[in-house]
């Protein structure tokens, strides 16, 4: 069945540290999203990508950084620039740019806590 | 920039009774919107979208919405609540002017059912 894989579904990181988010999709979709979400905020866009070797910032995309070097994948680094990581990451894909948008296909997610 | 309000961060309704959660947006060109449904510690789930045609959208689990362009509304109801109704709601909207296919999200509503 086609999907979104994140892993891991827990991570914890220590102050300073850097971890990677995984987050790989098989439904040949062209764009990718991260989002994080915090209680009662709602998601926030951190970085999304159109295509392969490309990718945009999105509204809080300090301490954050991205790469998409496949299609199929778009890992997520949440910096030691990133003072309060502790939140819920939340990957998504959907088809290309242009014509009908038909919504977003959305991971399971990463709890991520610092200790 | 699109901007999506969902008017109460929190519903309570008893089980049985009719579930009636508020979305607008902001416009002048009707967008693509959409609604989807979060589970504890889970990703998001699509529960249904308007694109184009009928304006009553039927989804999963018995929801439905309406677009009303005079309203800039797609307020969410299903006639009976269940117990497994109990999650986070999102409305989401897509500029259809520019082609992009980036969604812009509510703040969420959080519905609790009432055995």
């Known amino acids: 069945d086609g999907g979104i894989t994140q892993s891991p579904k827990y991570l914890f990181r220590k102050e300073g540290q850097n971890v990677t988010l995984s987050c790989e999709q098989n439904l040949n979709h062209d764009a990718m999203y991260w989002y994080r979400q915090d209680p009662g905020q709602g998601l926030r866009l951190i970085y999304y990508?159109?295509?392969?070797?490309?990718?945009q910032k999105g509204d809080i995309a300090e301490g954050y950084s991205v790469s998409r070097e496949k299609k199929e994948s778009f890992p997520l680094t949440v910096t030691s620039a990133q003072k309060n990581p502790t939140a819920f990451y939340l990957c998504?894909?959907?088809?290309?740019?242009?014509?009908?948008?038909?919504?977003?296909?959305f991971g399971s997610g990463t709890r991520l806590t610092v200790v | 920039a699109q901007s999506v309000t969902q008017l109460g961060s929190h519903v309570s309704v008893s089980e049985g009774a009719l579930v009636l959660l508020r979305c607008n947006y902001s416009?002048?060109?009707?967008?693509?919107l959409f609604w989807y449904v979060q589970y504890p510690n889970q990703g998001l789930q699509l529960l249904l979208k308007?694109?184009?045609?009928?304006?009553l959208v039927k989804g999963i689990n018995g929801f439905e919405a309406e677009f009303k362009k005079s309203e800039t509304s797609f307020h969410l109801t299903k006639p009976s609540a269940h117990m497994s109704d109990a999650a986070e709601y999102f409305c989401?909207?897509?500029?259809?002017?520019?082609?992009?296919?980036?969604?812009?999200f509510g703040t969420g509503t959080r519905l609790t059912v009432i055995p």
């Open positions: 990508s159109q295509i392969v070797n490309d990718f």
């Open positions: 989401a909207v897509s500029d259809r002017r520019t082609g992009a296919n980036n969604l812009f």
């Open positions: 308007y694109t184009t045609g009928a304006t």
């Open positions: 998504a894909s959907n088809w290309g740019a242009f014509g009908t948008n038909y919504g977003y296909t």
């Open positions: 416009s002048s060109v009707p967008p693509y």
